[in-house]
């Protein structure tokens, strides 16, 4: 038996993950969040297998909870299930500790066959995804963000989304000069000047709305 927790804010959707699941014999659903912070909590009190989460959700995302799961359980397979396309998040996500990543428009076997590979303690590379890392092996160049640390990243997005230096640190659990420093970084790595200019190419690429 596969034991399945579910994060998503939107609770159709985890509505409709709960029913598909339900048409498995060894798939059961052992809890479901709406949001990062409730991800964490369900870590804390569920015993699961894989953890299917979103990456769009209010307040803490999912890019953040997944670092704080895999410092919580670093054995328990993450599958991000995600309405941005492959291109825009999933190499990054997985060098960050996802098990897999899958756009929300796949098809629901697809889900299922992650699940169970995730569930064994492997990664799930797509078929697109794979051509993604080969993409990125066969040439060093590349979009600015890519070369972005992890954390570099989750700065960078929440800069772009118009937070400031100040809330920024409460929600990463870090001084206002260190997230200075990976503001300080980012603008170096990216070429970019300002905190426009970083919400300017997080939209123009399509990794926020």
Do not use: W
Not at 25 to 36: I, Q, T
Not at 61 to 78: H, N, Q, W
Not at 152 to 171: H, M, N, P, R, T
């Amino acid at each position: 038996m596969i034991k399945i927790g579910i994060v998503d804010d939107h609770a159709v959707v985890r509505a409709g993950l709960k029913a598909f699941f339900s048409t498995f014999v060894d798939f059961r659903v052992v809890g479901e969040a709406g949001s990062g912070r409730e991800a964490i909590d369900l870590v804390r009190t569920a015993d699961m297998d894989v953890l299917v989460m979103d990456l769009s959700m209010p307040g803490q995302s999912g890019i953040d909870a997944l670092a704080m799961v895999r410092a919580k359980a670093p054995e328990l397979g993450v599958l991000i299930l995600s309405g941005y396309p492959e291109e825009h998040y999933a190499v990054n996500l997985i060098r960050q500790g996802a098990s897999g990543y899958l756009n929300k428009e796949c098809e629901p076997e697809e889900i299922a066959r992650a699940i169970r590979t995730v569930a064994l303690g492997r990664r799930y590379i797509s078929a697109s995804v794979a051509d993604l890392l080969a993409g990125q092996l066969e040439r060093k160049d590349g979009a600015p963000h890519k070369h972005l640390s992890e954390r570099e990243f989750q700065v960078f997005l929440k800069l772009a989304k118009g937070e400031s230096v100040g809330s920024i640190g409460e929600a990463l659990s870090l001084s206002v000069k260190t997230i200075s420093t990976y503001r300080t970084r980012l603008m170096e790595k990216m070429n970019l000047s300002t905190n426009s200019d970083l919400t300017y190419y997080a939209i123009k690429t399509q990794l926020i709305d």
